[in-house]
Every structure is written in structure tokens, then in C-alpha cells.
């Protein structure tokens, strides 16, 4: 199985990180191709030779037919105020806007899922900081064209690849003021740190924005929903990926190693058992409404699962307990999420060990198209089979059925 470590010195950003995909191996030429097939403006992905610091790799941009670089406030490498032109007049698309745009057969599911998780963790960051629910976020500079290129380019790019999962080394973050679309904001952006929560970072003295949202969304997404590379690995190659900007003190690069390993579908002599945190906490004066907004921020922070129990409290009182599924280094974060969602006073933490099947997705065909299947397995013998819901639901509303009807024909 092939994996990608990501390790930066001067940042992570959306084009970085295609900068640094192409520079093993990735075909931008053919996501060029896909891209164009759903989104309008005449996409295109550029790529150019770029070294510095005698390091040597790609420099990735997306441009469309209505205007130049797309240096926009996300993936800010290029500057500071007035970086990018058009902001006025980017689209306003909340995460419906996009879903209907990726619904495109031209984009496989998996791929179209994968950016729709990272659209959903910007959605959950940008609504804590503004105060909205995800569901009520318009994106600025991030509904633009090119962004949205951007973050479905990078997740068909891991497709390409052929990618189980990532790990990433420390993040550099910047210090200073730096001009967002909604103002001066300290560095990082409040937003680009709620993306960083779980994640490891490193102070510069850097006057610039290094991780921006994009970046931190699309790495915060993949290290939740791909595998964890195993801890030993054989390296296939590695690339840089540049950004625009020049560096005081550092070349502006990401690098990304692709690894070839054994990982949890393929390997016989690893332990089936894993040690992860159950965090709980009882609440009977919270609104209802705000554990099941809860439950999806804590799943696209980084919670294996979260779910609410009914519970009879003192006093004959009805309350709920909720609860998250963690591994321990996301624990922090999803404390600070519960802590700053609810009511509650505290929140009990205890280990669990959980034996889980061997995964693999395979895609099949049906008379109403692909459906993929999560298929599940012990000692290389299949036990379960699980067609996505997601997929038989699309498919469904397409052909005017029940999703059941779906669900039995890949069955």
C-alpha cells in the first residue's frame, strides 16, 4: 500500500500541496482534464521548475479564464492587502453550492467525498469563529473557482497516486498581522488555528501567513479519514512543492515522500486490537439542537465516532450523555470542542481497546451506476459487506428509488 509523509519548512497551502503531489508523480494535466469537466472559467492547472536554497521541485497554480494566479487570501503565500484583485468579486457558495457543482460523473466518489470532507471541516472552523452553524457559512475566497480547484485537484491527486493514507510532520506558523477577507487578523488566522487543533506546529519568526485554511483543512481531513502509514515503510521517491512568496530566513517548500508499507487491509502480523480514549459527559441543560450540530464538528475534528444516549439523571431530570471515540492524540481537541459547545462542567476520559476487522473499499457496478462497498474481513476471510449510504442515496434521488433498492443490487 502506498502512503505520503508530508514534512514543511515554509508552510502548507493549497497550491503547495499540488506543487508537491506532481513532484511525485501526479498528472496535473489529467486532473486538469476532470476539473474542467464540471467546473466553468476555463480551469487550468499550471506547473513550472522551481528551486531555491539548492532545493529543487514544482510550483503548482490554478488559473481561470476571468483572472490571473489565483492569489487569494487561503492559500496567501503571495502576499499581504490587496494580494489578490477580485476578491469582491468571488463567489459567495455555502457548501451546498459546491456539493451540487461536485456531483459531476466526471468526479469519482471517492475523491468527490474526500473534498466534500474538507469543504465540511472548513464549514465547522469558519461557523465556530463567526458564530454561524456550518450549514449557514458562505465561502469567500475558498467558493472562488480556482479554490474549489484547488481542494478536489489535491484530493484526485491522492487517487492518482493511489494513496491508503498520510501522516505530517510539524507545521511552521507565522507571526505578525496578516489582511483576511475580513480584515486584520492576528497570524494565523483564528480560523486556519481551529484547523490546526490535533495537529503538531512550530513557531518562525516567519511576518507571514505559512499554513493557510486550505492547507490545514486538506491535511486536517486526510489524516482523519485515510489510514496512518505503518511505522515502517520503504521510500519510493519524494518531491518539494513551492510556494510563491520568498522566505526571510527559509526556502518556501513542503515536501511530500511517498512510502510503499503493509497497512491495515494487508498485513497478517499485526495486532487487530487498538488503544483509544472514550471522552463522556452528562448534560441535562443543554439544547438538543447543539449536541447534534456537536456530534458533526467533533466527527470532522478528528473523532473516530460521537454519538448522544438518553439518559434518566437526578431529580427524575432527562439528560443526555455524550460521548466521543478518540485516539489520544485528537483527545485534546475534542475537549476543547465539548467544553466550548455545551454546558457541561467536566468531561471523564477512560481507555478502551477495540478489535476491528481488516477494511477495503471496492467499487461495483449496478444498472444505476458505481456504488462503493466497505468490505470487511478477518484471517483473509470477507464477513461483511457495506454498500456507502452516500452513493446509494445520490443514486437513488437520480433514478427516482427508494436507496434500498440501491443498497440490494450492490449487495
Known amino acids: 500500500m502506498r502512503f505520503i509523509r508530508f514534512d514543511s519548512v515554509g508552510g502548507a497551502s493549497g497550491d503547495m500541496l499540488l506543487g508537491a503531489l506532481a ?3 501526479a498528472d496535473l494535466r489529467g486532473i486538469e482534464r476532470t476539473v474542467r469537466k464540471f467546473l466553468p472559467d476555463g ?5 513550472e521548475a522551481a528551486s531555491d536554497h539548492g532545493l529543487n521541485g514544482v510550483r503548482a497554480t ?3 479564464a476571468d483572472h490571473h494566479a489565483h492569489d487569494h487570501w487561503p492559500d496567501a503565500h503571495a502576499g499581504q492587502a490587496g494580494r489578490h484583485g477580485r476578491q469582491a468579486h468571488a463567489p459567495h457558495r455555502t457548501r451546498k453550492d459546491i456539493a451540487a457543482l461536485l456531483k459531476s460523473p466526471a ?12 469543504f465540511d471541516r472548513l464549514a465547522v472552523a469558519e461557523g465556530k469563529i463567526h458564530g454561524k452553524k456550518p450549514a449557514e457559512v458562505h465561502f469567500h475566497e475558498i467558493g472562488a473557482t480556482d479554490s474549489i480547484a484547488d481542494i478536489v485537484g489535491c484530493c484526485l491527486a491522492l487517487r492518482q497516486l493511489n494513496v491508503a493514507g498520510v501522516s505530517v510532520g510539524p507545521l511552521p506558523c507565522g507571526t505578525g ?3 483576511c477577507a475580513h480584515g486584520a487578523m492576528p497570524n494565523p488566522a483564528p480560523a486556519t488555528l481551529e484547523l490546526l487543533a490535533g495537529m503538531e506546529v512550530c513557531q518562525t519568526d516567519e511576518p507571514f501567513e505559512l499554513v493557510t485554511p486550505t492547507g490545514a ?4 481531513t486526510w489524516i482523519a479519514k485515510l489510514q496512518a502509514p505503518p511505522a515502517s515503510a520503504q521510500v519510493v521517491c519524494a518531491g518539494f512543492g513551492f510556494g510563491k512568496r520568498e522566505l526571510r530566513s527559509r526556502p518556501n517548500v513542503l515536501r511530500a515522500t511517498l512510502l510503499e508499507g503493509a497497512g491495515a487491509s494487508d498485513t497478517s502480523d499485526r495486532s487487530d486490537a487498538s488503544d483509544i480514549l472514550v471522552l463522556e459527559t452528562n448534560l441535562d441543560d443543554c439544547n438538543p439542537q447543539w449536541i447534534g450540530e456537536l456530534i458533526t464538528r467533533l466527527l470532522a475534528a478528528g473523532a473516530l465516532d460521537a454519538w448522544a444516549t438518553p439518559v434518566t439523571m437526578k431529580k427524575g431530570r432527562p439528560g443526555i450523555i455524550l460521548s466521543a471515540l478518540a485516539a489520544a492524540a485528537q483527545a485534546a481537541a475534542l475537549r476543547e470542542h465539548i467544553f466550548r459547545a455545551t454546558t457541561t462542567f467536566g468531561i471523564r476520559s477512560y481507555a478502551v481497546t477495540r478489535e476491528m476487522l481488516d477494511r477495503r473499499f471496492e467499487t461495483v457496478k449496478t444498472p ?9 474481513s478477518r484471517n483473509g476471510e470477507d464477513l461483511v459487506r457495506s454498500p456507502e449510504f452516500e452513493d446509494c442515496a445520490r443514486l437513488a434521488r437520480a433514478h427516482d428509488i427508494a436507496p434500498r433498492q440501491v443498497y440490494d443490487a450492490a449487495v
Open 23 to 25: 513532484a511525485i508523480g
Open 43 to 47: 480551469v487550468r492547472f499550471v506547473s
Open 62 to 64: 490554478v488559473r481561470c
Open 107 to 118: 468526479l469519482d466518489a471517492d475523491s468527490r467525498d474526500l473534498a466534500l470532507a474538507v
Open 177 to 179: 498581522i496578516i489582511q
Open 217 to 220: 483543512a486538506l491535511l486536517g
Open 368 to 376: 444505476f451506476g458505481d456504488v462503493r462497498v466497505k468490505i470487511g
